[in-house]
């Protein structure tokens, strides 16, 4: 089965869902490929990102379109039809054809999209046309086909000798409902925006967007930089005059050949402070590769909040801000640098099984509830190590007593000091009570050797005779 | 030529001194909870600047005394009214730092930032964006070493907002020390090992941990090697941090350290 036919093949008589026999009989000379529509819909993604050059809200239409929204946006380009004059010229040059058009909804432009008159140059319905009565002859003579009806719908419909938009939409709406289905009414309706349309869109669309073409493409990292803050710059003035700040913001380098190159930076507070920004993208700025060159930035913030600053007291304008507020360009800096799993604050958990017992959240996340501790009575020690570490050669008394002597990393510890057991064992409400097992049970110990090293070490399981004690170092009290 | 030698001299010794005063003002002093370790010191651990403290023996690699002591005198500064609202930087190279322990030793975990760093550069790096970073009472870093010009970075960086160094020096498991050049920029240098301690009351289990402290260097004071135990408040595991140190045995110069003092005092 052919799955699609390239413009020669269709001019010699070929066309999608022939069989490949039949088309090989018509052709004998042709060449076929495999259909992949997994990484069609890869390339069809891949594309959305990089549309992003020309809006932030991009939906992918699988099998073979997509949507931008482009409200608000058109007049960087000084008008929808120059706009959409520049697409197509970008997307010829990287060898990709494309049927474009520009309409009020998301239905009219993929009805003009699909017109004949599109496969030559761009469709631009101006607005105004989309509301005029009667209906606009650009959508009025389009197929049926063009309102994404299901195929058979549209074939009972032609039965009745409908066969145009303009023919459809002149009919009275209660009977056509009645006949055909709802389905039919709300495609008519989309696609004249008497009904909203929900696009999925790639990333939630945000109103907080700044992009920068430039005339040379630019690859040097100090350009990057400049770029990279001339951005913030005018996205920020507009985030401040708003009174709002963003907590996460993406930056995206388009480059010459196509592929997107993008940053993400995420903030302990909302900020919207463009030369802090530049900061915090500044180190990472080094890790993107510009290939070719960089033809434009864009920068988009999620996540804004009204920003609420506190009156500055006249003692903090002389005393450096202390506090957790003081802390936060610290610890941005560092998360950016280092990324967020490796600047961390911990809490207690309540439970007493060592490795669980501690959680680990945002340097400046507000702690939920009291901000308890751990029990004072319970001694912990200073370092765990990440997994025990078999002792060996342990000199113990059974049943329970602790070492006497035990060898660890090639040095052996007499021990003279030692306090315990505290049986710690596993947390049974956590799983079936059946997989519970007297050999998860650890009998911890305080241990102090000939230097007073002091370490944590515990055996595992309950005695038994016929199983070897094993004895695990855990953990190391300074 | 008599003269010219003189005059040289004295050009060398003006520019030792100046070396010398690399280190800033002294912004304040902690004291160690003893008149005899602070005398040393010349009225107890200068803040703004920052100290050495590494440990000998297996505590090289393990860490643990010379965290304890350093999680002691962090304690103890974090308190001090002047520091309030500030937080305690503790940059790790391996992540097995269990804050339970720290607050078990009067650290408490929510005035405590935990970093995990990818390497040595790094861990220096952002120990020196720490401490000049307003909001931070102490960094703590554990580092292999700390070279001339690393210390100078960190000295400069104390005295942008007055924070306190506490660099730990570790080395990793079965690695070699790091190569030691000899000069250091830190304000005092510190050998911290294990001690045994005395049984709890009823002379049953574990008594409070105590360490012997080697100072080795410390710029306007003197040297010494004392035996210490963490001074320990009215509850079980309560740590008193007013006093961090509670002093023990002072071994005085460490060829009169007999063994059989040392089995004395402990």
Known sequence: MLAAVSPDAAAAGLFPGQRVTDAQALRPDLVLAEAEPEADARALEALADWCVRFSPAVAPDPPDGLFLDIGGVAHLWSGEAEMAADLAARLARDGLTARIAVAGTAGAAWALARSPAAATCPQVLAPGRMEAEPLAPELAGLPLAALRLEPAAVERLSRLGLRRIGQLAALPRGPLAKRFGAGVLLRLDQALGRVPEALAFRRPPTPWFARLDLAEPVSAPEDLARLCRDAALGLCARLEASGRGARRFRLDFHRVDGAPVGLELGLSRPACEPDRLARLFLPRLETLDPGFGIEAVSLQAAEAEVLTPGQADLASLLEPVEGPEALAPLIDRLTARLGPRRVWRSRPLASHVPERSVRRTAALEVAAGPAGGWPAWRPRPLRLLPRPEPLEAVIALTPDEPPRQFRWRRRVHRIHLAEGPERIGAEWWRTGIEAVRTDQVRDYYRVEDQDGARFWVFRSGLHDHDRPVRWWLHGLFG | ?266
């Open chain 2, 1 to 266: 030529m008599d003269g010219d030698r003189r005059n040289r001299l004295a050009a060398l010794r003006a520019d030792i001194r100046r070396l010398e005063r690399v280190a800033g003002p002294v912004r304040g002093r902690l004291s160690l909870g003893d008149p005899r370790l602070d005398s040393a010191l010349g009225g107890g651990l200068p803040l703004g600047q920052w100290h050495e403290i590494g440990g000998e023996g297996a505590e090289a690699e393990t860490g643990a005394a010379p965290a304890a002591f350093a999680a002691r005198l962090a304690a103890a500064l974090l308190a001090r009214p002047d520091q309030r609202g500030r937080s305690a930087v503790w940059i790790l190279r391996r992540d097995d730092l269990f804050p339970p322990g720290l607050a078990g030793l009067g650290l408490p975990a929510d005035r405590l930032v935990g970093v995990c760093a990818r390497d040595e550069d790094e861990a220096l790096a952002v120990a020196e964006d720490a401490l000049a970073s307003p909001g931070v009472g102490v960094v703590l870093a554990e580092v292999g070493a700390v070279d001339l010009t690393a210390g100078r970075r960190l000295q400069l960086a104390c005295e942008a907002r007055g924070g306190t160094g506490l660099m730990l020096l570790r080395r990793p498991f079965g690695g070699g020390a790091a190569a030691t050049t000899g000069g250091t920029a830190a304000a005092t240098c510190w050998r911290v090992s294990p001690a045994v301690s005395a049984p709890g009351p009823g002379g049953l289990g574990l008594g409070a941990p105590r360490w012997r402290l080697r100072l080795v260097r410390s710029r306007g004071g003197r040297t010494g090697d004392w035996r210490v135990e963490a001074g320990a408040g009215g509850g079980e595991g309560e740590a008193d941090v007013a006093h961090p140190l509670r002093l023990v045995a002072e071994l005085g110069d460490r060829d009169l350290a007999a063994p059989a003092a040392l089995s004395a005092a402990g």
